[in-house]
């Protein structure tokens, strides 16, 4: 008997909505667990101040500069006398880390030679200042036209201005425009799936690099973080360098048949592109929320983690939280008092690196044990997994970071396919 076109597509519609409904159950979104940290921080929203972008200046005096562009952080700029201009460098509120970040612009309508005042206003200087005439290659300013007054709260930089702009910041800017652009680059890679899962508390999309080789299911993960601190740019460029590393290894094909790397390259696009020394826009530093989630990046990054491993049947054995500091350090998990579920791992990767680096170079370890809520801390309460926090020092010279960050991920690669960290 032949049944009726109706009967047949009312079929259909049923088989469909089955289909639809058990991939539905195959994905499902998950929350990740709490937990008390032994030094709880309030990362409820701190009212922050809103810094207006404007161009500063006159025609009369015919000296100007400018923080209308993302990234930028200049709060007031005013001439004191012939020679002699100040850029005040304020934070988005207090109190806050004293990571003074700064970047604008500045021209003149005639060739001149200007001493400028840097006025950090809450915080002693940190960044030395970089020179660029197009946002894009930058050069350290010359030691004889830079030096600090009195308890360093203020410094001097003696610089020549013309009708071309002159860009001045605390560390090369990389805004969330350029690093959305990094990350579609890497997708000419077949292994590399970008994807925007979330947004920040000012709408910005939250980036998400899935980078595997077959299917993702069932296999052992490492998580890689960065920028949750605005001013932390060379973190983000050793991030860089460790992921390309590991896209481009001799072995990366045997590594990602195996293993899964999940990449959050940009935690905090609002502090980035509004230029804010420390926070995002709820004005709180996102790491020290990895217990409760108060802040709406936090939120989203920790359950889609948790969401993504759980539905492909994963398992957290690293995550690795690329920062900036005065130098270079690995902040890790005391072993004395923390048993991740890799604990061979970290020591056989640490001889790796210097025995590959030479030159007597030593690993600068901090071990510690579970603090305030930090990333580090975070995948091992929610994964038992090792937790690092991956230092870079802001004056580290940019060819060590970019060799450090190869030489850490294919040592990585070559520890975990030899099979013998658990």
């Not at 991939?23 to 979104?29: D, I, N, R």
């Not at 562009?69 to 012939?82: H, I, T, Y």
């Amino acid at each position: 008997m032949q049944l009726s076109f109706s009967v047949r597509l009312s079929a259909c519609i049923i088989l469909l909505l089955a289909t639809s409904c058990r991939a539905h159950k195959l994905y499902e979104q998950y929350k990740a667990s709490t937990y008390d940290f032994p030094e709880p921080v309030d990362t409820q929203d701190h009212e922050i101040e809103i810094q207006k972008p404007e161009i500063f200046g006159d025609n009369d005096d015919g000296v100007f500069a400018s923080n209308d562009f993302a990234g930028a952080r200049l709060s007031g700029f005013s001439k004191l006398n012939d020679t002699l201009y100040q850029a005040v460098i304020s934070p988005e509120n207090l109190p806050i880390n004293e990571s003074p970040w700064y970047a604008f612009k500045i021209w003149s309508s005639n060739t001149r030679t200007v001493n400028l005042l840097l006025n950090y206003t809450y915080s002693k200087h940190r960044y030395y200042p970089k020179l660029s005439t197009n946002a894009r290659q930058w050069s350290n300013i010359d030691t004889s036209n830079f030096k600090f007054l009195g308890d360093s709260t203020r410094a001097l930089l003696k610089i020549d201005l013309k009708k071309d702009t002159l860009w001045i910041a605390a560390q090369e800017i990389i805004d969330s425009r350029m690093v959305e652009k990094w990350c579609e680059g890497l997708t000419v890679n077949s292994k590399v799936h970008l994807k925007k899962f979330g947004k920040s508390k000012q709408g910005r999309p939250l980036l998400f690099l899935d980078i595997y080789q077959g299917k993702k299911a069932n296999k052992e993960t490492i998580v890689l973080l960065s920028r949750q601190h605005p001013p932390e740019v060379t973190g983000f460029m050793a991030m860089k360098a460790f992921v390309q590393e590991l896209l481009e290894c001799s072995n990366s094909a045997d590594f990602f048949s195996k293993y899964r790397v999940m990449v959050y390259p940009l935690l905090n696009p609002d502090g980035v592109d509004m230029g804010n020394w420390r926070h995002n826009a709820g004005g709180i530093d996102l790491n020290r929320d990895w217990a409760y989630y108060q802040q709406p990046e936090t939120r989203a990054v920790a359950d889609h983690i948790v969401t993504e491993i759980k539905n492909n049947n994963n398992e957290v054995i690293l995550g690795l939280d690329f920062h900036s500091t005065w130098h270079d350090v690995y902040y890790t998990l005391s072993r004395d008092q923390i048993n991740t579920n890799i604990p061979n791992f970290r020591k056989k990767w640490f001889e790796r690196i210097e025995k590959v680096l030479g030159n007597n170079y030593l690993i600068n370890e901090k071990p510690a044990g579970l603090g305030t809520p930090v990333s580090k801390g975070w995948f091992f309460t929610q994964f038992g997994a090792e937790g690092i926090t991956y230092e870079i020092g802001d004056d580290t010279p940019r060819d060590f970071i970019q060799k450090k960050g190869q030489v850490s991920a294919q040592e990585m690669v070559n520890v975990l396919l030899e099979g013998k960290y658990r």
